[in-house]
Structures are given as C-alpha cells and as structure tokens.
C-alpha cells in the first residue's frame, strides 16, 4: 500500500473516530436516565 | 523512542487511561455510588465475615476493608483500590497480548477503556473488577505454571481476587485449568498443593455460605430482573457482544446507544476473529479454554437476557445451591471482553502485515485510540457521574455516639429501604453506608427495589431478621418489643431521607441524639442477646489470609526464577 494509499486510509479512519466519538459525546447528554421519583429511592432500572 | 520510554510505554499508556476514567475521583472524599460505598473507618464485624446476616455476598472484601481501613482512611483505601484496578487491567492485558510494544498498548485500551469496566465501575462492583484487573495477570501465571511446574502464581493471584464470589470464580475457572490442565509441567503432588490453596482462599465466601443458616436457594426473579439487557445498538446479544448489556440503565453510557459504538465494537469483534488463529498457534491451551469459557459466558449473559422470565432459566439459577451467582448474568462476559481485547491487536497485525510500517504504526495507534472514541464519556469519571464527596460531620458524631454505648445491642437502619439520596451526595442513587459506618450490627432492608418494565419489584432479601422487622414495620405493630426480640437495641432514623411505605412505630424508643439528617433512639428496657459468631469460620478465615503470605513468597520467587532463566519474555 503506497503512499496515497496511506493517507488516505489514514484520513478515513481518523475522521470516522473523530466523528463518532462526536455522536458518543452528545448521546452522553441526550441519553442518561431520568432520575427515579421519590419516595421510593430504587436500586436501578431494568 | 529512547529505549527507557519503549520498556514502560505500556505502563505508562495503562497510567494515562486509568487517570483519564479517574482523575476527578482522586479529589479528597469518597465516591458513593450504587453498590460503592466507602466509610472513613469501617470496623470489623460479624456480617463482614458472613455471620449472622445474609448470604456472603461482599465477603471477604468488607472484612479486608475493615483491617485496613483503621491505619489507612477509607478514601485512600478507595482511591488506591480503583487506580490499581485500572492500571493492573490495562498492563495486564497488554503483557498477555504480547507482540510489538503497540499492539500491547491496543490491548490494554480495548481491557481497560471497555464497556464492561463502564458498566461495573458505575455499578459499583470494585470487587468484581478486582478480579477483572487481576485476569490477565492469573493467565499469565498459569502459563508460566505449565511451563516451569510452580503452580503458586497463579494461586496467590487467585486468592488475592477473590474479594467477592464472583471474581473468585472468575479467576479460579480461567487460570486453574490452564495451571494445572494435560500438558502442564506442574508434577501431581504440586497440582493438588494449588487446587488446595484455590480452595482455602475462596473459603471465607464458599464455607460461610455452606454455614450460612439462610435458605441457599436464590429469589428465581433475580434472573428476571438482574439478566443482561440491550444497552444499546444490536439488542441483547449486540450489547453482550461488545461487553455491554449491564441490567442497570443507571449505569449505562449515553455512548453506548450509538450505531458508532456498535459499529467499532464489531470491528473489534472481526479482528479478533482474524487473529484467533495465530493467538490459537501461539498459546494453544489457554486460547482455546479462553475462548471456551468466553463462549459460554457471553452464551449465559444472552440467555439471562433473552429468557430471564422462562422457567428452565430461572431454575438454574434458584435451584442449585450456589446457582444466585449467575443471576447478573452480564457479569460473566468478563471471558469473552478479555478474549477480544488481547486477540483483536494480532489480528489487526495480520491484516495490515503488507502495509507500509508507516501505515501499520497508524492503524495500531488507530486501534490503541479506538475504544476512547467509543466510549467518549467514560472520561473524567464518566463526564461527572462519579464524584467525591464528604460525609457531613454528624456521621462521624453518630458512629462515635453509638461507639461510646456500653449497653449491648445491635442497630437498625430506617427509612427501612436499601437505599438512599443524600442532597450531600448530588443525590445519587447509593446503598445505605450506616452498615459500614457504625461501629455494631446494623440490620437495614435488604430487599432490592427495581424498576422493570415500568413498576417496581422487589428482589428477596435473605438476612432473617430483616425480614422480621420488615413485617412489623408492613403491619404497622410498635417496632420496639420486636427490635428487643430481635437483639436490636439502638434505631438511627436518617431524617433526611424519603420514607417508602408505612411509617415505623417507634413508640417507646426515645432520641437520645440527634444531628443533622441523623437521629438516634435507644430502647431503653431489656434487650434479647443475639451472638452472632462461627469460631470455624473465623479459624478458616484467618488461616487462609495467613496462607496466602507463603504462597505469595513463593510466587515471588517463582517470577524471579523464571526471570532469570527467560529474561527477554519478561521484559516484552
């Protein structure tokens, strides 16, 4: 695999990382669940 | 890169993720959250050795808290307890993957930077990831076993990670096995030496449950409710696949919902595929039984996922004595995450094998970046979700308070639920830390509330005397002649907290003290005396940590004799 090759791949797979990472971060803040009403205080959600 | 760099890139790789996940944890104060509770000094108890309470479920790890929580505070206990996991894990799976100085540093990310550490870190399970951390460790002694015949590495490594059950089963079925398994060097008399000491040093969690007077027999809704669950992209058997799937969705990442997340984790998946051969040609036993239990855990974890309501499932689980362990059934895709994450680099090796060394170097630093673009937000304490926190003043006050009494009795927690929101503590969901706080028995609620489908069920609790005062508590009868029935004396209401269900009687039981969200109340007439203490256990107990210094010293020297005549693998 050359040079252009390379780079190209490189390219790719660096703003694929980049980009996803992106989504993972929003998704962090769009996707936590909702705090369990009191008063009943549960271990978690199933 | 200046050799000096090239020898520790793999430790120092382990070190910059692991302070990358917990840097924000190493603030002063303790980090409270679901099953994580750590005190500032906990005092050993019957409950710690499992006496007298329910089923062991954290023993030994609470007893091996205790003693060390008295000469170190609990928050340097935690705090030295989750670096070391996260670093052993990354050099651990690093050094087991081998090869070029990259691909070891892929490993360690793909171990350590994983949705499996996410999910049990926000769990709480530090005495599962423990184990986790040491896995890689145990494998590789148990390959220097088969070699040299010294089976005491792999020993001491597997008593030393069996804090809980759980992670001393993990360690034992994975590098037992391959220690003492056809082929191995290890003569007979020396196999039986370290299936002994195995069996010694889980013995504190197996022989107190053979003890135990409660009923061996699990709650068949725990597989329901504690089975693994699609916690993200592909369903059950996706979130499994990428060592997802925890039963919590409070313990989730927000990362793991994404195709992206999905879409690398079978990256991963094929690469490991394609360098299965070649791990397999190199390590033939320990691949193959890694992969053998790797299959079967991420099978169970599916099952327990996907068939969790069925009968047959849950008879498994609730029928054999010992079978409750299977319940969190996510938990044994710990196999199959390790199988990946040191499979995966060699794959990645082979397939780039004709590409320019430029190109190689970056697709294995693509590789070693990979699992950090996945899972973005477990960064910096999973974005903020876990933080210190100081225990106001007054749970110092309480435990001094109750530690001054000289009048014999044990202590009962209320609101009576297993868990709590302190404002003091963001209001994070945590277990109710009086049991670990205060300086006797106290008897809390240990029957689990969760949220399934909408409504909340209760998981059984198992500690008979629980289930005595929660019966009193439903009924609405006085609380105080069955707490003096009972062997309980003292009753901490922690004001500050929401009250679920019927509100205690507590007529007859005066304060005696009070403090901010605390207050303590005493029965002040005759209280019957409960003696909770097993002195065959306790021997056990002692004789297997005192067991495990020899063994170590052994180990020790093990390394270094094979150090000596194997220098270059050990320094790889």
């Given at each position: 695999m050359g040079g252009p090759a390379g780079a190209i791949i490189a390219a790719v797979v660096g703003a694929i990382l980049a980009v996803g990472a992106a989504f993972g971060i929003v998704s962090s803040q769009t996707a936590t669940p909702a705090p369990v009403d009191k008063p009943f205080i549960v271990y978690g959600d199933s | 890169m200046p050799s000096a760099w090239k020898r520790h890139a793999l430790l120092g790789w382990s070190?910059?993720?692991?302070?990358?996940?917990?840097?924000?944890?190493?603030?002063?104060?303790?980090?409270?959250?679901?099953?994580?509770?750590?005190?500032?000094?906990?005092?050993?108890?019957?409950?710690?050795?499992?006496?007298?309470?329910?089923?062991?479920?954290?023993?030994?790890?609470?007893?091996?808290?205790?003693?060390?929580?008295?000469?170190?505070?609990?928050?340097?206990?935690?705090?030295?307890?989750?670096?070391?996991?996260?670093?052993?894990?990354?050099?651990?799976?690093?050094?087991?993957?081998?090869?070029?100085?990259?691909?070891?540093?892929?490993?360690?990310?793909?171990?350590l930077w994983s949705a499996y550490l996410a999910g049990r870190l926000l769990l709480g399970h530090w005495g599962l990831l423990w184990a986790y951390a040491l896995l890689p460790w145990a494998i590789l002694a148990a390959r220097q076993a088969r070699r040299t015949g010294s089976v005491w590495g792999t020993a001491f490594l597997c008593g030393a990670g069996a804090l809980v059950p759980t992670g001393g089963l993990v360690l034992a079925s994975a590098a037992i096995p391959i220690a003492v398994g056809p082929g191995s060097a290890a003569r007979v008399r020396s196999r039986i030496a370290g299936v002994a000491a195995v069996l010694l040093f889980n013995a504190p969690w197996w022989f107190a449950a053979l003890r135990s007077p409660v009923s061996e027999v699990s709650d068949p809704l725990g597989l329901e409710v504690f089975g693994a669950r699609a916690d993200g992209a592909g369903g059950v058997l996706g979130s499994v696949l990428a060592g997802g799937g925890v039963w919590n969705a409070q313990a989730t990442l927000g990362s793991r919902t994404t195709w992206f997340a999905f879409f690398l984790a079978l990256v991963v998946i094929v690469l490991a595929a394609m360098g299965w051969a070649a791990r397999y040609q190199r390590y033939r036993p320990e691949t193959l039984w890694l992969t053998v239990l790797g299959l079967v855990g991420l099978g169970w974890a599916w099952i327990s996922g996907v068939a969790g309501q069925q009968g047959w499932a849950q008879a498994l689980v609730s029928g054999p004595p010992g079978g409750g362990l299977l319940r969190d059934g996510q938990k044994w895709t710990v196999f199959w995450v390790l199988l990946v994450a040191v499979t995966a680099p060699t794959g990645l090796a082979w397939l780039s094998r004709?590409?320019?060394?430029?190109?190689?170097?970056?697709?294995?630093?693509?590789?070693?970046?990979?699992?950090?673009?996945?899972?973005?937000?477990?960064?910096?304490?999973?974005?903020?979700?876990?933080?210190?926190?100081?225990?106001?003043?007054?749970?110092?006050?309480?435990?001094?308070?109750?530690?001054?009494?000289?009048?014999?009795?044990d202590v009962v927690s209320l609101p009576w639920a297993a868990f709590r929101r302190y404002d003091w503590n963001g209001s994070q969901v945590v277990l109710d830390p009086l049991p670990r706080q205060l300086t006797r028995t106290v008897v809390w609620n240990d029957r689990l509330p969760v949220t399934v489908e909408g409504r909340i069920v209760e998981v059984g609790g198992d500690d008979p005397r629980a289930r005595v005062v929660g019966e009193a508590i439903d009924s609405g009868r006085p609380l105080a002649p069955v707490l003096a029935d009972t062997g309980i004396r003292w009753v901490v209401v922690q004001t500050d907290q929401p009250q679920p269900?019927?509100?205690?009687?507590?007529?007859?039981?005066?304060?005696?003290?009070?403090?901010?969200?605390?207050?303590?109340?005493?029965?002040?007439?005759?209280?019957?005396?409960?003696?909770?203490?097993?002195?065959?256990?306790?021997?056990?107990?002692?004789?297997?940590?005192?067991?495990?210094?020899?063994?170590?010293?052994?180990?020790?020297?093990?390394?270094?004799?094979a150090r000596r005549e194997r220098p270059s693998e050990n320094t790889a």
């Open positions: - | 070190c910059l993720l692991s302070a990358l996940i917990l840097a924000p944890l190493l603030a002063p104060g303790y980090v409270l959250h679901l099953d994580m509770v750590f005190v500032p000094q906990q005092t050993l108890l019957p409950w710690n050795l499992g006496i007298g309470g329910g089923l062991p479920r954290s023993v030994p790890q609470d007893a091996l808290v205790a003693l060390v929580s008295g000469p170190l505070p609990g928050q340097i206990l935690q705090k030295v307890v989750l670096v070391a996991t996260a670093v052993l894990a990354g050099t651990g799976a690093g050094r087991l993957a081998g090869g070029p100085r990259l691909q070891q540093m892929a490993a360690a990310s793909l171990y004709r590409a320019e060394e430029s190109l190689r170097t970056f697709l294995a630093v693509a590789l070693a970046l990979l699992p950090l673009a996945a899972l973005p937000d477990l960064a910096w304490g999973a974005f903020g979700r876990l933080q210190p926190v100081a225990y106001p003043s007054a749970w110092q006050d309480l435990r001094a308070t109750v530690a001054g009494r000289e009048r014999d009795g269900g019927p509100v205690a009687d507590l007529t007859g039981i005066p304060v005696v003290w009070e403090g901010p969200g605390l207050q303590l109340r005493e029965i002040p007439g005759p209280v019957r005396a409960v003696n909770a203490e097993d002195r065959v256990l306790v021997f056990i107990d002692v004789l297997a940590l005192v067991c495990l210094l020899p063994v170590g010293i052994l180990a020790w020297r093990g390394v270094r004799r």
